[in-house]
C-alpha cells in the first residue's frame, strides 16, 4: 500500500516536471495539467478511502472538470485570437 502512494507522489512529481520541460503549445499545457489532476485524484482517493469520506472527492472532480472546461474555452479563445496555439508566438512577456 505504502509503495502505491510512493509511486503516484513520484508520478505527480515526474508530470510536474514534463510540464516544465515541455510548453510549446497550450495544448499540451492543458493535458499535462489534466495528467495531474488525475494523479491528485488517484492520491485522495486512496486517502480518502482509509478515512471514510469519499464524498469529497466528488468535490474535488467537480472543481477539475470545471477547470479543464475553462482550460479549453481560453484554449479556443486564443486560438481564435492569436490564430495558432503556440505559446512563444503570443506577446504575453510585454506585461
Known sequence: MLSEIYIMIYLTILIMLLMTLVFKY?????MIMELIILMI???????????GMEFYMIYY?????CESVLG???????????G??????MNLFKF
Open 26 to 30: 497550450m495544448l499540451m499545457i492543458l
Open 41 to 51: 485524484s488517484l492520491v485522495m482517493f486512496n486517502f480518502m478511502g482509509f478515512l
Open 61 to 65: 472532480l467537480i472543481f477539475s472538470v
Open 72 to 82: 479549453l474555452m481560453i484554449l479556443i479563445l486564443i486560438i481564435r485570437y492569436y
Open 84 to 89: 495558432n496555439e503556440m505559446y512563444f508566438s
